[in-house]
């Protein structure tokens, strides 16, 4: 089955910075790589997604890019801010499955 | 308006009880999901529901019995409730099953239910 790991587990960053979050999938057929941002107390919530004839997507400060090729896609947010503290997942899909990888807690200080 | 609802948001249950949570999807959807997150906030698949219809088990226990009596609901019941069983339940809903060669695949995902059994 698929199997995906997301890198770093954790992440502080300074307001204003860019955050990165990488993730690789094991199952080259999986074909939707969707990414969710859940606060405390919350369901996840889809921020973006890409598919997977795509090779980066954007939307305003939030980008994503996928690599077939080498099976890993990644989340970039610019120019972070304090609402962005969260935990990040990102997520492989093929088939009615959706697998997530383990999070990422964003911390981001003033 | 909330587009995927699940009841209760918190349950305290002793080991041996038998206990549902309930969810509704006001979207449209086809297909419905149960999630189960554990206390390392590890999002597992367990039930997908396609039109009532019972898609994917993921090696879940037979005491977790889904009960889907149309596409906009989705109820999990859980028999003889395990302290292993605590988690939170997310339930959620896409228009068709996500991976699959057709378009809207983005899933949509209740509030959750925090169950704790003692």
């Known amino acids: 089955g698929e199997n995906v790991e997301q890198h770093p587990s954790t992440l502080s960053v300074q307001e204003g910075d860019s955050a990165v979050i990488k993730c690789t999938y094991s199952?080259?057929?999986?074909?939707?790589f969707p990414w969710y941002k859940q606060e405390l107390g919350k369901g996840p919530q889809l921020i973006i997604d890409i598919r997977s004839n795509v090779g980066e997507k954007k939307d305003q400060r939030i980008a994503v890019t996928l690599n077939k090729t080498a099976k890993h896609f990644s989340l970039h947010i610019t120019e972070t801010q304090p609402e962005d503290s969260a935990v990040y997942f990102c997520a492989a899909s093929i088939w009615g499955k959706l697998q997530f990888g383990a999070g990422t807690q964003v911390v981001v200080t003033p | 308006d909330t587009a995927v609802s699940q009841t209760p948001k918190y349950l305290v249950t002793q080991m041996g009880n038998d206990k549902s949570i309930k969810c509704e999807q006001n979207?449209?959807?086809?297909?419905m999901y149960w999630y189960k997150q554990d206390s390392k906030k590890f999002l597992k698949i367990m039930f997908s529901y396609n039109n009532k219809e019972l898609i994917i088990n993921e090696t879940v226990p037979n005491r977790f019995s889904p009960k889907s009596p149309d596409k906009a609901h989705l109820n999990l019941h859980i028999n003889s409730l395990e302290l292993g069983d605590s988690a939170v339940y997310f339930c959620?809903?896409?228009?068709?099953?996500?991976?699959?060669?057709?378009?809207?695949?983005?899933?949509?995902f209740g509030e959750g239910s925090w169950l704790t059994v003692v």
């Open positions: 199952d080259s057929a999986s074909n939707y």
């Open positions: 959620a809903s896409s228009t068709t099953l996500t991976g699959t060669a057709f378009s809207g695949n983005t899933i949509y």
């Open positions: 979207l449209g959807h086809d297909t």
